[in-house]
């Protein structure tokens, strides 16, 4: 098994599933987002690739699948080990981070550091595609950049301190951290990454310190690889702590030795990334652990115990995104005939002035003189329905494409949902790939209220996700992919929450002009329908309320929130002037009260 998707670890991370990501997707077997994420979606693709071409159908990559899948020779050892590590380092392709470490600045994929190696990298980028080096940064920031890789120590700390930021510098100002980003998308300073890491890290640095140490192994070497990379090798003070380990334990072999390793290069450590240190070493000497609080399985990234020839190893090669990958990915099957990008759909993005145009948001007094109360009572607790005429309008236990779990919904509001995923897969078949829900129906008030009835209770709501993760509520901005999908909403006059007073944009839920259209009956624009106040309404009319209720006897704070308080008088006032006590302030109690 080369790579494959684990049940109780993070997924395996790094640039060579990407590759194998858009190879999938050129043949036609799209994974969605191409994300180097060896995710759900990415295993259910390779099983059906394996299908189609009468593999067993594992969705785990073998070497051989790698071969016929991307047209590439397997991943060398290199390869595997840096992914590895490149995912411990945790800066990908693109990432820099700032002074936190004492590295002056860090960036790309083994973390080159301006204290250490990223001059030299600087060098080779502005000798190989100056041009490119100077459209990512701007001349004067490029040219700002050279001059300070040329510096002495001091003065490439001093640019690293100016240009981080955050209270632990782990941050870096914006234009600078934008400039590497684009710098680290290049293609050429892609190869040149990866050809660093091996020249210098492995080649020079893994491969001298296995020899000295007698790695026999896979395991062993990513040992001694991941040690070049963080420690810059083993200096002396390590190479004396693993010498007196192994010779107090002469007979330790495998596993058992790897852990010696591993403690003493973590003791030679400086105090402050020892544990870092031992995390890491630990991790790759036993085949599984945590790092960063990410759970490893090494077996699932192509790592094993099988033996390794290091004579041999020295001339690796090194697996690169072919040219002929790159640009947009074109989908020939069936399955996705659409054009698919390399967009990020998981990228926040701010939300549009005017989102919603001009439909119009419900309310809880809106919806219960439509619709009447799901049930009597609600907490935070996710509920079903009980009122007996309101569940004979609901439809339960609907499956809809693509969703991976049930629903229930107002039945009206589940054939409109059908409607928008039909135009979704239609119109954005990436998007729609990578489209799940963590819920539609789903009794309970509204988060952090104990008065404000969800729209979720009448099954008029859904809560989308993309690749399984949420929109973060509340941050002012939103997924890309829920950007690109909202106007098929919008057109099917679904309210997207991303306009709510809390931003809420994973939320989609019916409005106003929705029920106009489906349910004309109830006549949504008239007095007698809009004009209803009850429990969760809030604003100058609950107000106005609680001032004519304390006219009418009531004593009660007057705070414009239709809470406990407020519900109690309407109740009582409702029973003494013989209306139904149902807590709604419709055009006849208002009058009462008005009298």
């Given at each position: 098994?080369?790579?494959s998707?684990s049940?109780?670890?993070?997924?395996?991370q790094?640039?060579?599933i990407?590759?194998?990501?858009t190879?999938?997707?050129?043949?036609g077997?799209?994974?969605?987002?191409?994300?180097?994420d060896?995710?759900?979606?990415t295993?259910?693709s390779v099983?059906?690739?394996?299908?189609?071409?009468?593999?067993?159908?594992?969705?785990?990559?073998?070497?051989?699948?790698w071969?016929?899948?991307t047209?590439?020779?397997?991943p060398?050892m290199f390869?595997?080990?840096?992914h590895?590590?490149?995912r411990?380092?945790?800066?990908?392709?693109?990432?820099v981070?700032?002074?936190?470490?004492?590295?002056?600045?860090t960036?790309?994929i083994?973390?080159?550091?301006?204290?250490h190696?990223?001059?030299a990298l600087?060098?080779?980028i502005?000798?190989e595609i100056?041009?490119?080096?100077?459209?990512?940064?701007g001349?004067d920031?490029w040219?700002t950049?050279?001059?300070?890789?040329?510096?002495?120590?001091?003065?490439r700390?001093?640019?690293?301190?100016?240009?981080s930021?955050?209270?632990r510098k782990?941050g870096?100002?914006?234009?600078w951290?934008?400039a590497?980003?684009?710098l680290g998308?290049v293609?050429?300073?892609?190869?040149l990454q990866?050809?660093?890491?091996?020249?210098k890290?492995?080649?020079?640095?893994?491969?001298?310190?296995?020899?000295?140490f007698?790695?026999?192994?896979?395991r062993?070497?990513?040992?001694?690889?991941?040690?070049?990379?963080q420690?810059g090798?083993?200096?002396?003070?390590?190479?004396?702590l693993?010498?007196?380990?192994?010779?107090?334990?002469?007979?330790?072999?495998?596993?058992r030795?790897?852990l010696?390793w591993?403690?003493?290069?973590?003791?030679?450590?400086?105090?402050r990334?020892r544990?870092d240190?031992f995390?890491?070493?630990s991790?790759?000497?036993t085949?599984?652990?945590?790092?960063?609080?990410a759970?490893?399985d090494?077996?699932?990234?192509g790592i094993?115990?099988?033996?390794v020839?290091?004579?041999?190893?020295?001339?690796d090669?090194?697996?690169?995104?072919?040219?002929?990958?790159?640009?947009p990915?074109?989908?020939?099957?069936?399955?996705?005939?659409a054009?698919?990008t390399?967009?990020?759909?998981l990228?926040?993005?701010?939300?549009?002035?005017?989102?919603?145009?001009?439909?119009r948001?419900?309310n809880?007094?809106?919806?219960?003189?439509a619709?009447?109360?799901?049930?009597e009572s609600?907490?935070q607790?996710?509920?079903p329905?009980?009122?007996?005429?309101?569940?004979?309008r609901v439809?339960?236990?609907?499956?809809?494409?693509?969703?991976t779990s049930?629903?229930?919904?107002?039945?009206r509001a589940v054939d409109?949902?059908?409607?928008?995923?039909?135009d979704?897969?239609?119109?954005?078949?990436q998007?729609h790939?990578?489209?799940d829900?963590?819920?539609?129906?789903?009794?309970?008030f509204?988060?952090?209220?104990?008065t404000k009835?969800?729209?979720h209770?009448?099954?008029?709501?859904i809560?989308?996700?993309l690749?399984g993760?949420?929109?973060v509520r509340?941050n002012g901005?939103m997924?890309?992919?829920?950007l690109?999908?909202?106007?098929i909403?919008?057109?099917?006059?679904?309210?997207?929450?991303?306009t709510?007073?809390?931003?809420?944009?994973?939320?989609?839920?019916?409005s106003?002009?929705?029920?106009?259209?489906?349910?004309?009956?109830?006549d949504?624009?008239?007095?007698?329908?809009s004009g209803f106040?009850?429990?969760?309404d809030?604003g100058?009319?609950?107000?106005?309320?609680?001032r004519?209720?304390?006219a009418k006897?009531?004593?009660?704070?007057?705070?414009?929130?239709?809470?406990?308080?407020?519900?109690?008088?309407?109740?009582?006032?409702q029973g003494?002037?013989?209306?139904?006590?149902?807590?709604?302030?419709?055009?006849?109690t208002?009058?009462a009260l008005?009298?």
């Amino acid at each position: 098994m080369l790579f494959s998707r684990s049940q109780q670890a993070s997924n395996v991370q790094s640039y060579l599933i990407e590759i194998l990501q858009t190879a999938l997707t050129r043949q036609g077997f799209p994974v969605g987002l191409i994300d180097g994420d060896f995710g759900g979606k990415t295993e259910s693709s390779v099983s059906t690739w394996q299908k189609v071409h009468g593999r067993t159908e594992t969705g785990a990559v073998s070497e051989d699948d790698w071969a016929a899948i991307t047209g590439l020779e397997p991943p060398s050892m290199f390869d595997r080990l840096l992914h590895v590590t490149a995912r411990f380092e945790g800066t990908g392709m693109t990432g820099v981070v700032g002074n936190f470490d004492g590295a002056f600045l860090t960036f790309g994929i083994i973390g080159f550091t301006l204290k250490h190696d990223l001059p030299a990298l600087l060098t080779d980028i502005e000798n190989e595609i100056p041009d490119k080096a100077r459209t990512a940064f701007g001349r004067d920031r490029w040219t700002t950049l050279l001059q300070v890789a040329q510096a002495a120590p001091e003065g490439r700390e001093e640019f690293g301190n100016q240009v981080s930021i955050g209270p632990r510098k782990v941050g870096v100002l914006k234009p600078w951290k934008e400039a590497f980003e684009r710098l680290g998308t290049v293609p050429e300073v892609q190869r040149l990454q990866l050809e660093h890491a091996f020249s210098k890290y492995y080649k020079g640095i893994a491969l001298r310190d296995g020899n000295e140490f007698g790695a026999k192994s896979m395991r062993d070497l990513a040992v001694f690889y991941d040690t070049a990379v963080q420690n810059g090798g083993i200096n002396r003070k390590k190479r004396e702590l693993i010498q007196a380990a192994l010779a107090a334990n002469p007979r330790a072999r495998g596993e058992r030795r790897r852990l010696l390793w591993a403690t003493a290069i973590a003791e030679g450590s400086s105090v402050r990334f020892r544990d870092d240190v031992f995390s890491r070493r630990s991790t790759l000497a036993t085949g599984a652990g945590t790092v960063h609080s990410a759970r490893f399985d090494l077996e699932c990234w192509g790592i094993n115990d099988r033996p390794v020839d290091l004579a041999r190893l020295a001339n690796d090669h090194v697996t690169v995104m072919p040219a002929t990958f790159r640009g947009p990915v074109i989908a020939e099957a069936p399955r996705a005939p659409a054009i698919i990008t390399e967009l990020d759909w998981l990228e926040e993005v701010p939300v549009p002035q005017d989102f919603n145009g001009g439909l119009r948001a419900v309310n809880n007094s809106l919806m219960l003189a439509a619709f009447g109360n799901p049930r009597e009572s609600y907490d935070q607790e996710c509920r079903p329905p009980t009122d007996p005429a309101f569940r004979a309008r609901v439809a339960f236990d609907q499956r809809l494409e693509p969703f991976t779990s049930s629903m229930w919904g107002l039945a009206r509001a589940v054939d409109s949902l059908k409607a928008v995923l039909a135009d979704i897969k239609r119109e954005k078949p990436q998007i729609h790939f990578i489209l799940d829900h963590v819920g539609m129906g789903c009794c309970r008030f509204q988060r952090n209220s104990t008065t404000k009835i969800s729209n979720h209770s009448w099954g008029s709501a859904i809560d989308l996700t993309l690749e399984g993760k949420l929109d973060v509520r509340g941050n002012g901005v939103m997924q890309r992919g829920i950007l690109e999908i909202a106007p098929i909403f919008h057109r099917h006059k679904w309210y997207s929450g991303a306009t709510f007073r809390v931003e809420d944009a994973m939320h989609m839920e019916i409005s106003r002009d929705w029920l106009a259209e489906h349910f004309p009956d109830l006549d949504i624009d008239s007095h007698d329908v809009s004009g209803f106040l009850t429990v969760g309404d809030s604003g100058p009319e609950i107000i106005e309320l609680q001032r004519l209720l304390n006219a009418k006897g009531a004593a009660m704070s007057v705070d414009g929130d239709f809470g406990p308080a407020t519900l109690a008088a309407v109740k009582a006032f409702q029973g003494r002037i013989g209306e139904m006590v149902d807590g709604v302030v419709g055009p006849r109690t208002l009058a009462a009260l008005k009298a």
